[in-house]
């Protein structure tokens, strides 16, 4: 006869607050912006990865992806504290944002709502519907 020891239930961790995050999402109308912004994958790219460095997040990597002539972009920018995603209507004059950051080492906020507010201001919406979701 074996002899088998009791199993203790490992009680999961409590959640931690300190992983509280920053969601920013906007509908962009009626977008008045420099073309390239709403129709060039290239430059649209080096432009959020700029800005992105300038509110002092990490960039590890980007995808955008070109529609072809007229067409719209969408890309995203993985940061190492979440995530930039935009994907612009340029017939429409249309651009959607999403600006997340988490704060598990160091409070991301700040940084969050001037990259978010650097893009607002280059796609210069005349009807911007803007949402902030704070994440637990």
Not at 99 to 113: D, F, L, M
């Amino acid at each position: 006869m074996k002899n088998y020891q009791a199993v203790v239930p490992i009680q999961p961790p409590a959640v931690a607050r300190s992983a509280t995050g920053l969601h920013l999402i906007g509908d962009l109308y009626g977008c008045l912006c420099d073309s390239r912004l709403m129709l060039d994958a290239p430059y649209l790219e080096n432009f959020c990865r700029e800005r992105v460095a300038a509110a002092g997040l990490t960039t590890v990597g980007s995808l955008f992806h070109s529609f072809g002539e007229g067409g719209g972009v969408t890309g995203v920018v993985v940061l190492a504290e979440s995530h930039l995603s935009i994907h612009t209507w340029p017939e429409a004059g249309y651009v959607t944002l999403d600006v997340y950051v988490c704060n598990y080492t160091e409070n991301n906020r700040p940084k969050a709502q001037k990259l978010f507010d650097d893009l607002l201001a280059a796609f210069n919406p005349n009807d911007p519907h803007l949402h902030r979701v704070d994440r637990a």
